[in-house]
């Protein structure tokens, strides 16, 4: 047997093993999946912008006057007066001098370290960070120190005898596999004492947390931070943006090859994520729906012994360590008509196998309601 089919069977034998559900239905709560329709409560697509109205016909009209491609990189002639127009707006949005697209938060964060640190730099991150910072660490070449999930005494301790040129702190907003909250003032407190920058990447905050859905930074972003977000979750677009002060965004221009050297987005997805801005403006509801949803599930898994992690991001972790019984469980809640995913590692920890259940703007009480009850009937 080669090495790789070895090492694919001992994925199986570990319960490590993964693969692809086909979708055939538009992103919704009850999408159909592998044939089967299924209440799913798996999806980023946070406030059900995905399959909005407004953003499908925004898209639709922009294809027919601008077609599909964008034709080249940014710096070619790929950028088009819809990406202009959206990064102003997202600036405005944030609060910030300005912002740049990328096309994918991965690309985003790979970019934006990469181009600021060095090899003489000093990175710390948050050991839960999302595996894209971690990558684009690496890609740096900068000194990588890891500190436990919010260990900020940690952070602060190791930092303070740090005498290289250049320090970045990195985090998660919202860690994206725990749903906790990154400490943001206390971050930002010890960048300032330290003369670091302070990089947060709010994939799953963006547009769902705080009043007017600016994500964890909400009335809190200093000028030095620099902030990343994707477009791809509670926009339910794709691609994604980072925002900071306008030196910083010049350089990422300049410097960051994962936007340099690659083609821009499509113009019309451009046009349909400004529909979707208008929408997470519009539309506060949407967030107070979804606060109200994951309250109601943190309470009713209290009332019948089900133990999930506290969270009040809609990204709500029932932890079981192990691998083979979170696959388990998953299966037997498909069974029931319920897709919650299960995640092992290395997206976790070892041991710290989970179900990783999110909810939508969409879902209603009702379908929390199904959830619990299957919950309940396998858990307790
Ligand atoms: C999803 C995610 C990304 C990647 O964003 P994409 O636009 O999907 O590439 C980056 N960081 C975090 C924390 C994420 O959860």
Partial sequence: ???????????????????????????????????????????????????????????????QNMGVGSGASHLITGHHDSHAALEEELAEFIGCEKALLFSTG?????????ALATRNSSIYADKLNHASLNDAALLSRAKLNRYAHQATDQLNKNISVDESSSKFILTDGVFSMDG????????????????????IDDAHGIGVLGKQGKGCTEDLLSTNDILI?????????????????????????????????????????????????????????????????????????????????????????????????????SKNLLAAGILVPAIRPPTVPNNTARLRISFSAEHSIKQ???????????LT
């Fill in 180 to 199: 906790t909250i990154a400490p943001v003032k206390t971050l930002q407190s010890i960048a300032h004492t330290h003369n670091a920058t302070l990089i």
């Fill in 368 to 378: 929390v309601d199904q959830l619990i009850i299957a919950l309940e009937q396998l």
């Fill in 1 to 63: 047997m080669s090495d790789l089919a070895a090492a694919l069977d001992k994925l199986q034998l570990d319960n490590l093993y993964r693969s692809r559900k086909v979708t055939s239905s538009a992103q919704q709560v009850e999408p159909i999946i592998n044939g089967q329709k299924v209440l799913s409560f798996c999806s980023n697509d946070y406030l059900g912008l995905a399959n909005h109205p407004n953003v499908i016909q925004r898209l639709a009209s922009a294809t």
């Fill in 229 to 329: 977000g994707t477009l791809g979750k509670a926009f339910g677009t794709f691609g994604a943006f980072v925002a900071g002060k306008q030196e910083s965004i010049e350089w990422m221009i300049q410097k960051a090859h994962s936007y340099i050297y690659t083609t821009a987005l499509p113009p019309a997805i451009a046009e349909a994520t400004r529909a979707s801005l208008q929408l997470i403006k519009d539309e506060a509801w949407r967030r107070e729906h979804l606060q109200a949803l994951i309250q109601y599930f943190q309470d009713r898994c209290k009332q019948v012994g089900i133990s999930v992690s506290a969270s009040n991001t809609p990204i709500q972790p029932i932890i079981f360590g192990s691998s083979k019984t979170t696959l388990k469980i």
């Fill in 106 to 114: 991965y690309m985003a964060n790979l970019g934006v370290v990469s």
